[in-house]
């Protein structure tokens, strides 16, 4: 019996090290990347600002309801997310054409100038910190922890109807979305420019 509890405690233990190991990793990456933010870019943005700019500017003329739906968040932090990115120069806001009640957002130049930012920053980090890995490592990695969420998600009641659970790394092919239909707005905005590009729909 000591040698099974043994056991089980070991095995506990290497399923707790794996949850907080990944916990240890985004949270730091976030933290790197709000670091890398300040330094490099605009020093007043933070990431769940820079999650809004990148829904602005996937999602088809969004609205403040799109915003506060896909941010998880009430209408009036919504709002009051807006407000600042508005103040700041990064987001428009204009009337609706059918409803003048409807206010749709868009992104300024300058707020097109951070998210290009970004996507430069993102890409040396990745560049920097998985230099030498191979991607088929890489790839087993993100299938194992895949498989993991979407047991996670079952255990569910509710399957996600536009979870974006990437965050602020948009993935083009999602385990979540493949096994749990829902419509992504990173997904069907990247399709719409891919379709746009190539002169035809994918």
């Given at each position: ?5 043994g056991y089980r405690r070991?095995?506990?233990?290497a399923?707790n ?17 709000q ?6 870019g605009d ?6 600002q820079?999650?809004l700019?990148?829904?602005v ?11 506060a ?10 709002s009051?997310?807006?407000d ?6 990064l987001?428009h806001r204009?009337?609706a ?7 749709h957002l ?12 970004y ?11 998985f ?10 990695i993100?299938?194992?922890l895949?498989?993991l969420s ?8 509710d399957p ?9 790394y ?6 979540l979305?493949?096994?749990y239909?829902?419509?992504?707005p990173y997904?069907s905005?990247w399709r719409?420019?891919n379709?746009?590009?190539v002169?035809?729909p994918m």
């Amino acid at each position: 019996m000591q040698v099974r509890n043994g056991y089980r405690r070991t095995w506990l233990e290497a399923a707790n090290d794996l949850v907080g190991s990944t916990q240890i990793f985004a949270s730091t990456m976030d933290a790197l990347i709000q670091g890398r933010l300040a330094e490099d870019g605009d020093p007043l943005l933070t990431l769940g600002q820079l999650k809004l700019l990148q829904i602005v500017d996937l999602v088809e003329a969004p609205t403040l309801s799109d915003v506060a739906r896909l941010l998880d968040v009430s209408p009036a932090a919504a709002s009051k997310a807006v407000d600042r990115l508005v103040g700041r120069d990064l987001l428009h806001r204009t009337a609706a054409e059918a409803d003048r009640r409807a206010l749709h957002l868009s992104l300024t130049d300058e707020g097109k100038r951070v998210l290009e930012d970004y996507a430069e920053l993102k890409k040396g980090m990745f560049q920097e910190l998985f230099e030498g890995h191979l991607k088929s490592e890489l790839r087993d990695i993100a299938n194992f922890l895949d498989r993991l969420s979407v047991q996670l998600v079952a255990w569910s009641k509710d399957p996600p109807e536009k979870c974006m659970r990437c965050g602020i790394y948009f993935r083009r092919k999602c385990v979540l979305r493949e096994r749990y239909p829902h419509a992504c707005p990173y997904h069907s905005s990247w399709r719409r420019a891919n379709a746009s590009e190539v002169g035809g729909p994918m």
